[in-house]
């Protein structure tokens, strides 16, 4: 990936914690707990769903692929976690506070890295051989999904219209 590309990712993975704070400000704190009767995540379910996702996954999938020759990478079970931590009871604004945090220390990270470390490689469960140059373009992809979902979210709370479209599960 030329290093134009890899900043425009970059730029983008910085830009969702904002994103996603904005939307925490245009509802109330019940409405950030309520879901679809379609199912999908509630905002603050997203929230600490991208909050642990980024610290647990890509972070570790970052470290690993930098100090590990050809790790086997896990998959991160999202809907799994969701339920056994309990995500609606928790706080969103911790949730905005440890994403935020944790991917502004990511994108540094990958901001400096030097050009050989791109190439370290894996294998990750259900997605086979990554490189370090696939996780941007993976996170962002993975962005864009609950951004979108989150987008639905917000008008099914102002209008209460169901989201046209079916969550995606939350394994990444």
Known sequence: MNRRKLETLLLTLEST??????????????????????????????????????????????????????????????????????????????????????????????????????KRAGHQESVGRVTLSDLPRMMAEHDREHTEEIKELLAYLRTGEQPSRVPKSAVA
Do not use: C, M
């Open 17 to 118: 914690p904002a994103l996603l704070t904005k939307a925490a400000g245009q509802i109330s704190p019940a409405d950030a707990l309520r879901t679809p009767e379609a199912g999908g995540f509630s905002l603050v379910e997203h929230a600490w769903h991208l909050a642990d996702l980024e610290r647990e996954a890509y972070a570790a999938r970052i470290r690993r692929l930098l100090t590990e020759d050809e790790p086997t990478l896990a998959n991160f079970d999202g809907d799994r976690i969701a339920r056994e931590r309990d995500y609606r009871a928790r706080s969103l604004e911790k949730a905005l506070e440890s994403f935020a945090g944790t991917r502004r220390r990511n994108v540094d990270r990958l901001r400096g890295l030097p050009a050989a470390a791109w």
